[in-house]
């Protein structure tokens, strides 16, 4: 056997039974990937849109390090990064705390970009021992069990994304009045609005996903706010029912990496009094078409 089949046979991939999301073992992700074992975490990536790597303690340098080997950093607004890491955001929340755990809301990441992220990666360091599953919902699957007649109302809408809610001057953060460890910057730089088509190609799949989410998506170009939250609200109510959505389940020293261009997320809570730890990047993504 070539010393390529070796190192490839080594990766083991375990979807889900519906198919998205998938757990990737036979890798060390603090040393550098072989290309062809980089092609196949890539390859596990767009087949599967959320993949989970077990047992991976990773230092801050090694994080960054596999951030770089799936595609430049992107850039993270409204939340003070960690000191000397420009592209690590510490997502803590203190055993006391009584702020709403940080992400509670379904939403796929900085979707008001111009060209938003492509990836996130999130590495676990302390896991409560309850709470703090991580929900994921698969916006290709629901995409396809649309009726035709539905698929072609949405074909060639433009979905309107804005950070204003939460980020905004008079956002969820700005009325904020418990203590929060994580810093927030509230700006009215979060209230600008970009468009992006309701419905999204994958530049590597090629399958079409909604691109829409209840914490971004602010309206639909052309429409009436009636109209446009009478359309979005059936969408959002579809894509996260129950047949689309994947619970994660995290434990220490799991890296966790998923789609931001065909999946929603939602971080669940349910762990107050508990210390949980985590530690995010970005991977830079592409003008949505």
């Known amino acids: 056997m070539s010393q390529t089949a070796t190192r490839t046979s080594r990766i ?74 420009p592209h690590i955001l510490e997502l803590r929340r203190e055993p006391d705390e009584k702020a709403r755990n940080f992400g509670a809301g379904w939403h796929s990441d900085w979707s008001f970009q111009e060209a938003p992220p492509a990836a996130t990666i999130l590495h676990s360091k302390i896991v409560p021992p309850v709470g703090g599953d991580t929900l994921y919902a698969d916006c290709t699957r629901a995409y396809e069990a649309l009726s035709p007649v539905m698929k072609r109302l949405l ?17 969820v953060f700005a009325q904020e009045k418990e203590a929060r460890t994580m810093k927030i910057i509230v700006s009215e730089e979060a209230e600008k609005t970009c468009p992006h088509p309701l419905v999204r190609t994958h530049p590597v799949t090629g399958r079409k996903a909604l691109f829409v989410s209840p914490v971004y998506t602010v309206g639909i170009e052309g429409m009436t706010q009636q109209e446009s939250a009478a359309l ?8 996260t029912s129950e047949e689309f959505v994947y619970r994660h389940r995290w434990q220490p020293d799991m890296l966790t990496m998923w789609d931001n261009r065909c999946t929603l997320h939602f971080a669940d809570g349910g762990y107050d009094g508990h210390l949980r730890v985590m530690h995010r990047t970005t991977v830079a993504g592409d003008v949505p078409h």
């Not at 040393?31 to 390859?43: M, S």
């Not at 433009?158 to 204003?164: C, G, K, T």
């Open 155 to 171: 074909e060639g809408l433009v979905a309107i994304h804005s950070a204003a809610l939460p980020y905004g001057t008079k956002g």
């Open 232 to 239: 979005l609200g059936f969408i959002y109510k579809h894509v």
């Open 12 to 85: 083991h991939v375990k979807p889900n039974e519906s198919g998205f999301g998938a757990e990737i073992t036979g890798l060390d992700l603090s040393q550098p990937l072989p290309p062809d074992a980089l092609a196949e975490l890539k390859q596990a990536w767009a087949d599967h849109a959320v993949v989970w790597f077990p047992d991976q303690p990773l230092t801050h340098d090694q994080l960054e390090a596999f951030t770089l080997q799936i595609g430049p950093f992107g850039q993270d607004p409204f939340i003070a990064p960690m000191e000397g890491r």
